[in-house]
């Protein structure tokens, strides 16, 4: 391995309004390397990210490419220079097959984009059908698609931004052995992830990121997962606080026989799902994107109506063909997956958002906001979940991931629910916020409450659930009691093993 960094930043800034992303980035990555950035939501590693793949541009600092300085004003000159990012969010159609996908940004004929899909997959092990629709493919096949189309660029670096978010176990044990054979060839790799024992295993170099400011350079190798999330915070770690398990009480939440057909054409179709959520469990759904969970969430919440209204019985009342409101009326409240349009307006204010869920806490008289009662529940929500943000007033929109998915959950939490439903809980929230979120959610549990969590974090089921359950292609495997399973065994359902 070179030690003349393929990449290197120096000094490089990068300011929104008032909000100082990046300060003073020095990052160099050599040939050969698999480079971590760790970082808290809010840290500036996607920005930086984004400067260095053209989609942003620096403020100041300088940024140079083989001991070159360049001026890189859109993504096609980061692929002209040889590097290639994955996305987080897949940027696939899924109306179109793999080749079609692929030749968007690599040109060439079909015949020869198939046979070097084939040949590439055969030798990284990332094979996958060119001519298969990309609605048909699983999300790790998806994600095979997103390298495959960056290597055909012959990249020199290769970004990728939480590239195991989505993957069972199996799937992230292949997308490793791939990565490593990129790096055999001199390929470099930047490796985003919040997933810390990934990066210990992956990685022989990690920059730390806090407050936008670059506050280590370490071998992750060299340090345990506690270490490393410490230099990432600057603070010793929280503790989940509650471990032991409560009696379970009276069910709460019974779905019976329920399916549904798929809304559109990409959508899933529910079967015959059957679940008893009881007061004082943590029922846990893992799956793979795609396979349901947002149909389920979306009957369970009321946005969707059942056929029948005993298919979803809350606290003894059938309540399948009731609307939302109705619902949280009996006890009843929902964390979605989309913190912003449906789990905040993010136009408005986050007073005004705590008003959508949280009204009948005494924030309307005759049909008058209560504005002081209004900004006093807000401000007990952003102290107490340790909101990141100026104040009751700043908007939702403007705030970053992870802070918003605190004021969310944080105010579905003071409405003190019977039962709760929780989508992708801990979603891009980095490690020390992650177990704060936990820890809230053992804490409801402690006190009787009936919560249902529909997570693709495996860690994160195991660690906070008492029963788990894999939902596959529309269907809900039998329940699986955390403390007689492993991670393996659940990974088995997720990529379809027979209930």
Not at 72 to 94: C, K, N, T, W, Y
Not at 313 to 341: S, Y
Request: hydrophobic share 40%; charged share 20%.
């Amino acid at each position: 391995m070179s030690d003349q960094p393929i990449l290197n930043l120096t000094g490089v800034s990068k300011r929104y309004g008032t909000v100082q992303a990046n300060k003073a980035i020095d990052l160099s990555v050599k040939p050969g390397s698999i480079h971590a950035v760790l970082g808290e939501n809010g840290a500036g590693k996607s920005t930086l990210m984004k400067l260095i793949y053209g989609v942003e541009h620096p403020d100041e600092g300088i940024i140079y490419w083989n001991g070159e300085p360049v001026h890189l004003s859109r993504p096609s000159d980061a692929q002209a220079l040889g590097i290639g990012m994955v996305f987080q969010h897949f940027s696939l159609f899924e109306t179109l097959n793999v080749v079609q996908n692929v030749s968007l940004m690599v040109p060439g004929k079909t015949v020869d984009l198939a046979r070097k899909i084939n040949e590439l997959g055969e030798r990284f092990g990332l094979t996958v059908d060119p001519n298969a629709m990309v609605h048909t493919l699983s999300v790790g096949e998806r994600q095979r698609v997103e390298i495959i189309r960056c290597l055909l660029l012959n990249p020199k670096l290769l970004i990728l931004d939480e590239p195991t978010s989505v993957l069972p176990p199996q799937s992230v044990k292949l997308l490793f052995e791939t990565l490593r054979k990129l790096q055999v060839d001199g390929t470099a790799i930047l490796f985003i992830s919040h997933k810390l024992e990934e990066i210990r295993e992956l990685c022989d170099e990690a920059t730390v990121l806090r407050g936008g400011e670059v506050t280590g350079l370490v071998d992750p190798r060299e340090h345990d997962a506690l270490a490393l999330a410490q230099m990432m915070i600057g603070r010793e770690m929280p503790h989940l606080g509650v471990s032991t398990s409560v009696v379970p009480g009276e069910t709460q939440l019974r779905i019976s026989n329920l399916s549904h057909p798929r809304a559109t054409r990409f959508g899933t179709t529910l079967e015959n799902i059957n679940l008893d959520l009881r007061a004082g469990q943590i029922i846990g759904i893992a799956g793979i994107s795609g396979n349901g969970q947002q149909e389920l969430a979306a009957l369970i919440s009321g946005e969707i109506r059942a056929h029948q209204p005993d298919m979803i019985v809350i606290k003894k009342q059938d309540v399948g063909c009731l609307g939302p409101m109705q619902r949280r009326e009996l006890g009843f409240a929902f964390v979605p997956e989309e913190r912003l349009g449906r789990g905040a307006v993010p136009e408005m204010s986050l007073a005004d958002n705590s008003l959508l869920t949280a009204h009948q806490k005494g924030m309307l008289w005759r049909g008058i906001i209560k504005r002081k009662v209004e900004k006093t529940f807000t401000r007990r929500c952003i102290e107490q979940f340790d909101v990141r943000t100026p104040g009751p007033d700043a908007e939702a929109g403007a705030m970053s991931g992870g802070n918003l998915q605190k004021f969310i959950l944080g105010r579905e939490i003071m409405l003190s629910p019977d039962v709760m439903l929780v989508s992708q809980p801990t979603w891009g929230v980095d490690v020390g916020a992650a177990t704060a979120i936990r820890r809230r959610l053992l804490e409801m549990r402690s006190q009787g409450a009936a919560i249902l969590v529909i997570s693709e974090e495996l860690e994160e089921l195991f660690e906070i659930c008492d029963v788990l359950h894999v939902l596959h292609e529309g269907r809900l495997s039998k329940a699986l009691p955390v403390a007689e399973t492993t991670a393996e065994k659940v990974g088995t359902f997720m990529l379809g093993a027979k209930v």
